[in-house]
């Protein structure tokens, strides 16, 4: 199959492409990029307007399958991942059971190999059940296909089995993806410890909780070697401890959310709405802005969403008694660049240094650029699209956005996996792909 793309506006730092031009593409792989391109036959579309980027890839996302399939499963989940505009993703391992063999590592590829509208790869836990006591069989997943290890959900709350962890995955050229969260300064924690925890009356989650963690696995990653990956960072103090860690030579990324940088704390009011309720939990203002601080100086390595979809009855529940968690994967993009892009606050090749290059060099995954010889995984995004975010545009199962309401501008239009159109002008394609 052959595949023009004309007058679009493609971006990719990684070669320093920045123009208006043409990309012609063949049998699912890039075969030309430049101006007054031809072919004798296929399909041609006009992008006049809209920016290609390579492919977004969101490193942190649930796909809740196998096991709550009711929240959302990979089908589902990865429609929504095409719809936001990506073409890869990274599911967490605290499915039921937990991603901790090599044997549900295959279910979860061969299942989105069937059904999926995007590319999945699959993190396996660090300790059997995520329950921080043993070693998972890493081995066995990584031969299974597993790109990288996390507990996400809870961390590993001992210093000495994430050392164990991390010289296990350091073997295998992985890197250990770190939910930074003590449970004995956390507790019964709802949201963030402060003013508006106790107005409200809801247990506070102490940011001290989550900044321990950081220092203790930066350290353990320079004992062993293994490269760490902080999760979805929350506070100032935090992402300046990354920042000495790369200053001083650690092995060290970590990764932020748009809800940790367009939301906070004040946003969660005596209407008690737990769609605001997330883990971490969202911060101060001054922590968000300095998040923002940080992808813009370079310390911010990638922007993910923690996609966590829920159903509808388990947010309706009280403040306490509802999951953490919120869906995100449909509205990162225009709040990026909505927020970020069109205001001047980062550049397009930020953006793709943040949600390309970095997720997949991190994750070890292929390399996607926009050069000949490159495999065709492409997002369109229509900079000034206006859009507002109702349940009602979701393809995920689950509706619990902390945006809803919210006008966004940006939106992905197209996008492309292996040269396959899996969303065209907006709508997600029936036809299939090849993973």
């Given at each position: 199959?052959?595949?023009?793309l ?6 990719d ?11 012609l ?20 579309r ?84 995520e ?59 709802q ?43 929350s ?34 009011g ?6 605001m ?11 968000a ?106 393809e995920s ?39």
């Amino acid at each position: 199959m052959a595949l023009l793309l004309k007058n679009v506006h493609a971006i990719d730092p990684q070669v320093g492409l920045d123009e208006v031009c043409e990309i012609l593409i063949r049998d699912g792989v890039i075969v030309e990029v430049g101006h007054d391109l031809t072919m004798e036959k296929g399909v041609e579309r006009d992008l006049g307007g809209k920016v290609l980027v390579p492919g977004l890839v969101d490193m942190h996302v649930h796909l809740r399958d196998p096991g709550f399939e009711y929240k959302e499963d990979i089908e589902s989940g990865t429609r929504a991942a095409a719809h936001g505009g990506f073409t890869d993703v990274c599911c967490m391992p605290n499915t039921k059971p937990i991603i901790d063999t090599g044997a549900i590592v295959e279910y979860v590829r061969s299942r989105a190999a069937e059904v999926g509208k995007c590319r999945v790869h699959v993190s396996g836990a660090c300790t059997k059940g995520e329950m921080g006591e043993a070693l998972s069989e890493m081995g066995d997943m990584v031969a299974h296909g597993a790109v990288m290890f996390t507990d996400d959900g809870r961390g590993v709350q001992s210093a000495g089995m994430m050392r164990r962890v991390m010289d296990y995955a350091a073997q295998f050229g992985c890197a250990v993806s770190s939910h930074c969260q003590d449970e004995s300064l956390v507790g019964t924690g709802q949201i963030n410890e402060g003013a508006v925890s106790t107005r409200l009356g809801l247990a506070g989650w102490p940011a001290t909780g989550e900044e321990i963690q950081i220092v203790r696995d930066i350290e353990i990653s320079k004992l062993t070697g293994c490269p760490i990956h902080i999760q979805h960072l929350s506070s100032a103090h935090g992402l300046d401890l990354v920042r000495r860690g790369k200053q001083d030579g650690a092995k060290v990324t970590c990764e932020v959310t748009p809800h940790h940088m367009f939301l906070n704390e004040e946003f969660i009011g005596d209407d008690y709405n737990t769609n605001m309720k997330v883990n971490p939990p969202l911060r101060s203002a001054e922590d968000a802005a300095a998040i923002i601080e940080g992808v813009v100086d370079g310390t911010v390595d990638c922007i993910v969403t923690d996609h966590a979809p829920h159903a509808d009855y388990e947010k309706a529940r009280e403040f306490e008694n509802a999951p953490f968690g919120m869906t995100g994967i449909e509205t990162s993009v225009g709040l990026i660049v909505g927020n970020l892009v069109n205001n001047g606050v980062i550049t397009w090749q930020r953006m793709v240094e943040l949600m390309s290059v970095n997720p997949r060099r991190i994750l070890g995954i292929d390399r996607v650029a926009l050069e000949p010889g490159c495999r065709a995984d492409l997002t369109v995004i229509d900079p000034e699209l206006k859009w507002t975010v109702t349940e009602g545009e979701f393809e995920s199962r689950a509706k619990n956005s902390g945006f809803l309401g919210w006008e966004l501008t940006g939106r992905a239009t197209d996008v492309y996996v292996g040269g396959y159109a899996t969303m065209e002008d907006g709508v997600i394609t029936d036809e299939p792909i090849h993973l």
